[in-house]
């Protein structure tokens, strides 16, 4: 278990986590190495060199916790099901994103506590911006090296509503459910910055109705909650972590303001 206290633990997460985003940006103008994946998905040097750093870093500083990367992610189900605490990383989260060069790519570090995200960091290498926060500290952002200011989620919910979903993985089959929600503004942007728009109130509503992974969401839904707001399946639980082998995350829900029936079109559909 961690003893230092959450604020110091959090400021170290930052620092990594720049120090990575510093890494990605090396790679960013230039060749970026790209090749595929098993799964078709792409990998680039950038990636591997963030991850590399992260998990030097944090295997440092934290040696009794485990570290479970994207880049890492052939650990067997046997060893991790046992785990209690552990760190879930994606080193390049949106790596379409960084390929395509639109600065929407970033890197996540959360902690994972009893199956719950307690902590986490959510840096944009392109802007230097930090998103930060635990249960017990509250959520933050910060610009480079300057103060962080504390965010919260927007309650009540925008009118008409802050909608955010994906660049990469659109899909055409939510036109209908987001009507029935009434009034709204569709932004379309990559990567796990769509969590960070509404842990900042500068959105109400993410629904993901496509595939992502558990090291995609655990750091933004740390800091999601940790501004209030909540990160939710269709029926209503929280999204959990390392409940099962396969590392795919259910269908889940970004929320601002839970005084709104978010899920009703989609419970309904």
């Known amino acids: 278990m961690i003893n230092t206290e959450t604020n110091q633990v959090l400021e170290q997460l930052v620092d990594i986590s720049r120090r990575a985003g510093l890494a990605i940006l090396e790679w960013y103008e230039g ?32 040696p009794e916790i485990p570290v479970l990367s994207e880049e890492s992610a052939v650990i067997p ?7 209690k605490q552990y760190w879930l990383v994606d080193p390049l989260d949106g790596t379409k994103e960084f390929i395509n ?33 635990a249960r017990e500290t509250g959520a933050f952002r910060q610009q480079g090296a300057a103060v962080a200011t504390a965010i919260q989620v927007r309650q009540p919910a925008a009118v008409p509503a802050g909608i955010v979903g994906s660049r990469s993985h659109a899909n055409p089959e939510l036109a209908d459910q987001l009507n029935a929600l009434g009034p709204h503004e569709l932004i379309s942007m990559g990567s796990s910055l769509k969590f960070c728009r509404v842990a900042e109130g500068l959105a109400d509503f993410y629904p993901r109705l496509g595939p992502t992974c558990e090291w995609d969401t655990a750091a933004a839904q740390a800091v999601v909650e940790a501004a209030g707001g909540q990160v939710v399946k269709i029926d209503g639980s929280a999204l959990q972590y390392n409940r099962k082998e396969i590392y795919l995350n259910p269908f889940f829900f970004v929320i601002g303001d839970p005084e709104k029936d978010w899920l009703g079109p989609f419970r309904d559909s």
């Open 77 to 83: 189900w046997e060893t991790r099901q046992s785990w």
């Open 31 to 62: 060749d970026m190495g790209i090749t595929q994946k098993a799964d078709d998905s792409p990998l680039t040097k950038a990636d591997l060199a963030s991850h590399q750093l992260i998990q030097a870093e944090l295997t440092r500083l934290w």
């Open 101 to 133: 060069r639109n600065g929407e790519f970033t890197v996540n570090i959360a902690l994972i506590s009893d199956h719950e995200p307690v902590m986490g960091v959510v840096h944009v290498p392109v802007t230097d911006v930090s998103y930060f926060g």
